[in-house]
């Protein structure tokens, strides 16, 4: 299997970032990893193991970025403003650096974005940003009520158009649900995961704006990587 370590500065972020990229041809998907995750957790987790069927017959290429959660979400040191505009930085040097490297390397304009737990979160929020980019997104046991939960209470703009479970639900904008109905969104979530009645909040705001979505649940509490690498297989080999 190719893999590709990769490293540059970041103009957005303002420090170096690296990434690990999978595989030699087929649709690119960018992983984003748990909370507190590095760029290298997908591998070490056996996640690209569980994907490799896909990726040796050269149908499926994975890129896993880093993290920078610990700047902005979690990074209780500063105010929440701070760490909104960190989340904002971390969305530009995806859209402007990250997706143009994918692009060049892959030779795909569009591509896939998955994650588990706060992953999942980054996954959704990153395609629902950019359903120009993103057709495919896959949350596994993914949460979607972060503004609320990581702020200390602030509230601004930011905050709303990082909160997928503010914005989904009263969208208008004809650019963007446009694109949404012709891409593809799973939520996957045992019943008993703590995050089950977000995914079920946030499939039926695709549902009220007609978006193509599966809400996946699985029997149990479901939030942990031997359930993750069952889903990861189940909507990226099968």
């Known amino acids: 299997m190719r893999r590709d370590y990769i490293k540059w500065y970041s103009p957005s972020l303002g420090r170096d970032m690296e990434l690990l990229a999978f595989g030699h041809a087929g649709f690119p998907v960018m992983v984003f990893p748990t909370s507190g995750g590095r760029f ?52 530009a040097y ?28 980054h996954a959704i929020n990153f395609a629902l940003r950019h359903p120009d980019i993103v057709t495919y997104a896959v949350s596994m046991s993914g949460a979607f009520d972060i503004p609320k939960r990581f702020l200390d209470g602030y509230y601004d703009s930011n905050a709303y158009f990082h909160g997928p479970l503010d914005y989904l639900p009263g969208l208008s904008d004809a650019w963007y649900l446009d694109r949404m109905r012709g891409n593809y ?54």
Not at 82 to 88: A, E
Not at 206 to 228: A, K, R
């Open 94 to 121: 995806l859209a402007l650096e990250v997706v143009p490297f994918v692009q060049r390397r892959t030779t795909w304009d569009r591509m896939g974005t998955t994650g588990c737990s706060f992953g999942g979160y």
């Open 185 to 238: 969104y799973v939520l996957a979530v045992g019943n008993g995961d703590a995050l089950f009645d977000q995914n079920v909040k946030l499939a039926h705001a695709f549902g009220i704006q007609q978006i193509p979505h599966l809400l996946d649940v699985w029997e149990g509490f479901g939030h942990d990587w031997p359930w993750w690498h069952q889903m990861a297989h189940k909507f990226f080999v099968k």
């Open 40 to 91: 290298y957790e997908y591998e070490d987790r056996g996640m690209v193991a569980a994907l490799a069927p896909k990726i040796d017959r050269g149908e499926l290429q994975v890129i896993c970025v880093d993290s920078v959660d610990q700047e902005s979400w979690y990074n209780r040191g500063i105010h929440p403003a701070g760490r909104l505009h960190r989340q904002n930085a971390l969305d």
